[in-house]
T-cell receptor
Framework: AQKITQTQPGMFVQEKEAVTLDCTYDTSDQSYGLFWYKQPSSGEMIFLIYQGSYDEQNATEGRYSLNFQKARKSANLVISASQLGDSAMYFCAMREGNEKLTFGTGTRLTIIP | DSGVTQTPKHLITATGQRVTLRCSPRSGDLSVYWYQQSLDQGLQFLIQYYNGEERAKGNILERFSAQQFPDLHSELNLSSLELGDSALYFC?????????????FGDGTRLSIL
């Protein structure tokens, strides 16, 4: 079974609108971390936001927030007031205990002016 | 700038050859991870080192090896290269071993096998 599932291969969003990128995960661990990374066309991987399994509040970092629903095992990324520079691939990833990151297949986000 | 430095940025070589990719982690980070990103396999974890010791292995081929040196920089050695080894290779680092510590990625080395 896939540990991280991103069901949206691509999304097109109008500039200044909010966008939600979906991510569901599968783990039997109690302690885990969820991460979102952005990969622009230039190729680098940029860390955006982190949510811990024991965190009761949803994480926020500037225009990024993580909608964490533990019972549903979902960790959706919300980008508010999208900008042209947000166009990129977005990867959801999970770290279980002290293990490596497991990545989803990514969502390609395109912001339309 | 993530603080993780990878060299070289691009590498073009032929089948059967051997290459070495280099990574300097962020200052203070003890854990180094190597990942391979290819079109057909996505992002795959290869290997992890923590403070000089191998910590975890993922989908790393026997033709590939890595090490972490006392100054904490790491090298990934790829030998007997095949066309299918063409990919973007990332190094990432984190402060320690805990799940709440993000891994910060370098800009990657793009390896092209001709």
């Amino acid at each position: 079974a896939q540990k991280i599932t991103q069901t949206q291969p691509g999304m097109f969003v109008q500039e200044k609108e909010a966008v939600t990128l979906d991510c569901t995960y599968d783990t039997s661990d109690q302690s885990y971390g969820l991460f979102w990374y952005k990969q622009p066309s230039s190729g680098e991987m940029i860390f955006l936001i982190y949510q811990g399994s024991y965190d009761e509040q949803n994480a926020t970092e500037g225009r990024y927030s993580l909608n964490f629903q533990k019972a549903r095992k979902s960790a959706n990324l919300v980008i508010s007031a999208s900008q042209l520079g947000d166009s990129a691939m977005y990867f959801c990833a999970m770290r279980e205990g002290n293990e490596k990151l497991t990545f989803g297949t990514g969502t390609r986000l395109t912001i339309i002016p | 700038d993530s603080g993780v430095t990878q060299t070289p940025k691009h590498l073009i070589t032929a089948t059967g050859q051997r290459v070495t990719l280099r990574c300097s982690p962020r200052s203070g980070d003890l854990s180094v991870y190597w990942y391979q990103q290819s079109l057909d396999q996505g992002l795959q974890f290869l290997i992890q080192y923590y403070n000089g010791e191998e910590r975890a292995k993922g989908n790393i081929l026997e033709r590939f090896s890595a090490q972490q040196f006392p100054d904490l920089h790491s090298e990934l050695n790829l030998s007997s290269l095949e066309l299918g080894d063409s990919a973007l290779y990332f190094c990432a680092s984190s402060a320690g071993l805990y799940s709440n510590q993000p891994q910060h990625f370098g800009d990657g080395t793009r390896l092209s096998i001709l």
